[in-house]
Every structure is written in structure tokens, then in C-alpha cells.
């Protein structure tokens, strides 16, 4: 492994220990990451013992280490994937050339936006989960909620370390500002907007989880894409831990499926709230909502900036090194949503405006795997039910549907109509309120909330009843 140095502070790849400039730019910021990390990380737990994994080296010994740490203690270290001799980049008008180790003067302004709002997402999810490890319904859920928000940390260090090792002056007063921003404020919000959403309880954790970390899945995976080298190998790596938090999502929403299914077969009943469960109907409407305002985030079907990203090799497709076609798009289309009258259609429009939309499209799709998992789960139980996602169109504030109402099947709703029928399908506030009833921790070891099942298997091949956290 070339270029780690374990007896540094900031466990790197970088080869930080050569670059005394860089060094210092991050001995600096770190101080003020750790004052904004107790301000606004996990409230509570900063001083427990967390069954933590943490990468000190991007390979496979090193990558997954696990053992006690207090969080506040966390090595948040700077790690990119190796790279890949003689890369060039794989679309659009530099197609072919070298890939950039340094940042291309003319695009420099673009891709710290780019940096920057990616980065922004990280500390975001931290600020909204702050206050959740109170309410958390198993040690074994509190350690994955630690763990994702340590690394949501990282993913910060990472976009730090790029807008500081390439960008200057400009870069550092951007990784300042990266800790200055608050999600929900007023004032000083985060960029996007679903990342100013509140995450008040476990049930939306887990939601935001699978549905929102989807959409870093994403954006990372078209960023690792990027003819900027550094970025690419930066997002290449944030992914294999990005993993973990889709996991957390996908299975915790699972554990509740499974739960609210058994004792619907138990009482013979589907409200199970009398039982202390979540039923499925309120899951179908936390559902609604969490992937409609995570479509929000890739933006406008039709978008120049998304256009030029990739025309400059800035931002490529999820998989562009899979797809068989000229890798510039200059003369396809690409079939995305028109809305005609009260009817909601397609049409072909120019494939490179159109790439936020093939984005989604990918989204979606991925999206769909795991609703497909979880109606299994309500399939072994013989329950006649299904969940289901909606209609793209449903509940969205960008793009094209954003002027309209539509209900989950994809009908047009008049303002009357959509206003008698959303509590339907979104969230009530009495949903909300039972949701938060259920919020009650549950602190000893191998036991489990009463709305969600165990898991199948614990961490690291460590038991289900293991003590993830030391709160004694
Ligand atoms: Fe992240
Ligand atoms: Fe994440």
C-alpha cells in the first residue's frame, strides 16, 4: 500500500505527510470539524464506547477494522480508491485524453460547485439524525446509526480534502463554510432541499436511508465517473461505504415489514397499531414521501447545467464505462415525461439535457429491488398486500410535475381533489404522532423494539445480541 502512514493523525492515501501546505490546511480545519461534530453530531453518546468500523487503509485488511472507539476519537482519514494505470476520460468532448490529476483552469468553477454541493449532503444527514440515539430501538440499531454518521463524516473529510488540495484559497473558505451551514436553518440552510427535511424519528431514518442515501449512491457513482481524477477515485471509495448505509435502510425498513406482518397474522387483524406496530398503510405513505422528495434531488428532466457537466467530463452517467454507445450523445434522445392538458405522457427529447432524468430512471429502478424484497416478506405471511412506490409525478417540487398534483397512480389531480385526498397517501400528522409514541429506547443488550423485528444476522459476525454500545 503506497503511501499510508499510520502514525499520522489523518490516516491517509494521499500521501499527506509530503505535502506540508495540505498538512496544515487540514491540522487547521480539523479542530473546527471536531467543534462542529460535538455541536452538532450524535447528541448523548460522545462519550460511549461504539463497536465502530473505521478504514485505515483502502485495502481489503484495512478498509473494515472493527473495535470500540468513542466517536468524538473516530480516525476520519483521507482515503481514495488506487488508481487505474494510464485512465483517460470516457466521455464527452475530452473523451479519449488523459485523465486530469490537477483541475482544468477552464472548469475550475463548476467543479467546486460540483464538490461542494456533494459535500454539503454529508454533514447535512448528520445534523438531521443528531437527536435519534435517544429514541433508538436496539444497541445493535444504535451502532449502525453511529456508524453511518461517522462516515457521513468522512464523505466530508473526502470532499474537504479535494477543495483544499486543489483549490486554494477558494477551496478552504468553502471547507469552512461546509461547517458553517445548518440543516433546517433559516438563515444558513443546507443546499438541498431534502436535506432540510427534518429526520425526527427512526421509522424516517430509515426511509432517508434507503431512499435519500440512494441518491448519493447515485450522484457518487456519476461523480466517480468524472475526468477529474482525484474526485473519481475520492467517490470510487466513498461508495464501498455508502454500501453499508443502504443496507442499514434496506433491511431495517424489512425488520419493520417482517414485524407488522407477524402480528397481523397473530391478531388476525390489519391494524396492528392496537399491538404497537407500524401498519402498512402508514409505511406506504412514509414511503411516499421519503422517494418523492428524494426524485427532487436529481433535478429538472431537462437541465443545461446537467448537460454541460458531462459535455466537459465533469459528471457521467451510473455506469458509463458499461454502456455501449458513442459516449458523447450528441445526436440521441432519450425518452422522458410530458404532461399534456391533465395527461401525463413521454416524448423524445436530446439525450444530453435529458441526463438528470436517466439518473432517476436508474434510481427508480434500483428503488423498485427493494419494495420487490420487502413484498416477499408480506408474501411469506399470506398477507394479500403489496407496497408499492409511486407515480414519479406524485408530490414532486421540481421539474415538470412540480406545477401539478398528481396521486401515486399517476392521475392529474385537480387542487380540490389532491387537497381531500393527500392524507391518504402522505404522512398525517396523526401518523406522525403515533410514529413518535412508539420512540422508545431500547437500551439492553438482545432486546428489540416491539415495531421491529431483529436482524438476521449482527455485525462483523459478532451475535445479534452483542453489546454494540457500552452505555454503563
Ligand atoms: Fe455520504
Ligand atoms: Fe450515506
Not at 425488520?255 to 396492528?272: A, P, S
Not at 458523447?328 to 401525463?344: A, F, P, Q
Request: glycine share 8%.
Amino acid at each position: 500500500m503506497a503511501g499510508i502512514d499510520y502514525s499520522e493523525r489523518i490516516p491517509n492515501n494521499v500521501s499527506l505527510a509530503d505535502n506540508r501546505r495540505l498538512q496544515r490546511a487540514l491540522e487547521e480545519w480539523h479542530p473546527k470539524f471536531l467543534d462542529w461534530w460535538m455541536q452538532m453530531g450524535p447528541d448523548g453518546f460522545q462519550a460511549k464506547d461504539v463497536y465502530l468500523r473505521t478504514a485505515v487503509s483502502v485495502d481489503a485488511q484495512g478498509w473494515a477494522q472493527f473495535d470500540y472507539v468513542k466517536m468524538p476519537d473516530y480516525r476520519w482519514g483521507l482515503f481514495l480508491a488506487e488508481p487505474e494505470p494510464g485512465r483517460t476520460i470516457g466521455f464527452g468532448d475530452h473523451m479519449g485524453a488523459p485523465a486530469w490529476q490537477d483541475v482544468p483552469g477552464e472548469y475550475r468553477g463548476v467543479l467546486r460547485r460540483l464538490i461542494v454541493t456533494q459535500g454539503d449532503t454529508e454533514p447535512a444527514s448528520v445534523e438531521q439524525q443528531r437527536h435519534l440515539g435517544r429514541t433508538c430501538p436496539s444497541l445493535y440499531d444504535l451502532r449502525n446509526l453511529f456508524q453511518i454518521n461517522v462516515e457521513e463524516g468522512r464523505h466530508l473529510w473526502a470532499m474537504v480534502y479535494l477543495l483544499d488540495a486543489y483549490f486554494g484559497r477558494d477551496g478552504r473558505e468553502e471547507s469552512e463554510a461546509l461547517l458553517q451551514r445548518r440543516s433546517g436553518d433559516r438563515d444558513k440552510p443546507r443546499i438541498l432541499g431534502a436535506f432540510n427535511e427534518k429526520t425526527p424519528d427512526w421509522l424516517s431514518y430509515l426511509m432517508f436511508t434507503y431512499f435519500t442515501d440512494r441518491d448519493g449512491k447515485y450522484q457518487l457513482a456519476s461523480l466517480a465517473e468524472s475526468g477529474f481524477d482525484p474526485l473519481s477515485r475520492t467517490c470510487r471509495f466513498m461508495l464501498t461505504e455508502e454500501a453499508h448505509h443502504l443496507f442499514v435502510g434496506e433491511t431495517g425498513i424489512g425488520r419493520v415489514v417482517q414485524r407488522t406482518c407477524e402480528l397481523m397474522r397473530e391478531g388476525k387483524t390489519d391494524d396492528v397499531r392496537r399491538s404497537g406496530a407500524i401498519d402498512l398503510a402508514t409505511l406506504q405513505r412514509y414511503i411516499n414521501f421519503h422517494y418523492s422528495v428524494s426524485l427532487d434531488l436529481f433535478g429538472s428532466e431537462i437541465s443545461t447545467n446537467a448537460a454541460n457537466f458531462y459535455t466537459m467530463g465533469l459528471k457521467g452517467r451510473f455506469e458509463e464505462g458499461k454502456k455501449r454507445d458513442d459516449h458523447r450523445l450528441k445526436d440521441t434522445t432519450y425518452s422522458i415525461s410530458e404532461l399534456i392538458g391533465d395527461r401525463v405522457t413521454s416524448r423524445e427529447a436530446p439525450a444530453l439535457p435529458s441526463l438528470n432524468e436517466r439518473l432517476r430512471d436508474d434510481y427508480i429502478a434500483d428503488c423498485q429491488r427493494g419494495l420487490d424484497r420487502w413484498n416477499q416478506i408480506i408474501k411469506k405471511h399470506e398477507i394479500d398486500q403489496e407496497l408499492s412506490l409511486p407515480h414519479r409525478g406524485f408530490h414532486r417540487a421540481i421539474g415538470l410535475f412540480a406545477e401539478v398534483k398528481v396521486a401515486p397512480d399517476g392521475r392529474v389531480l385537480s387542487e380540490a381533489e389532491w387537497g381531500a385526498r393527500k392524507h391518504e397517501w402522505l404522512p398525517t400528522e396523526a401518523d406522525q404522532a403515533y410514529v413518535e409514541s412508539l420512540m422508545q429506547p431500547v437500551t439492553e443488550v438482545a432486546r428489540f423494539a416491539n415495531w421491529i423485528a431483529p436482524p438476521a444476522r449482527g455485525v462483523n459476525g459478532r451475535p445479534v445480541d452483542f453489546e454494540y454500545v457500552r452505555l454503563a
